[in-house]
């Protein structure tokens, strides 16, 4: 089984940064793409943007391209998002998740999910 605990979550002002923390434990090789996602109330979960283990491709939605950085640090398993130049509209909880094989953006392709963390975006 793969267990991923995010961190890094929290309140900052528009235009302001965070980086968020996805740790995996278990069986990590059973997933090589590693996504993060976001959720509001009353909104299906979106895709933010994602990385491979093996050689470190990344993606990005439209909506955060240019301002959010993925990367990994393989040695210690661990997925990063930097999130700078941060709206209003980024507020959300956000997931990360894992998966075999290559990298989706549906979230439903996604076997294994951390629990979420709080990003608020005030103006």
């Known amino acids: 089984q793969v267990q991923l605990v995010e961190s890094g979550g929290g309140l900052v002002q528009a235009g302001g940064s965070l980086r968020l923390s996805c740790a995996a434990s278990?069986?990590?090789?059973?997933?090589?793409?590693m996504g993060w996602f976001r959720q509001t109330p009353g909104k299906e979960r979106e895709f933010v943007a994602a990385?491979?283990?093996?050689?470190?491709?990344?993606y990005y939605a439209d909506s955060v391209k240019g301002r959010f950085t993925i990367s990994r640090d393989n040695a210690k398993n661990t997925v990063y998002l930097q999130m700078n130049s941060l709206k209003p509209e980024d507020t959300a909880v956000y997931y990360c998740?894992?998966?075999?094989?290559?990298?989706?953006?549906?979230?439903?392709?996604?076997?294994?999910w951390g629990q979420g963390t709080q990003v608020t975006v005030s103006t």
């Open positions: 998740a894992t998966r075999p094989g290559v990298v989706t953006t549906t979230p439903t392709s996604y076997p294994y």
């Open positions: 278990g069986r990590t090789t059973g997933g090589n793409a």
């Open positions: 990385i491979t283990w093996s050689d470190g491709s990344t």
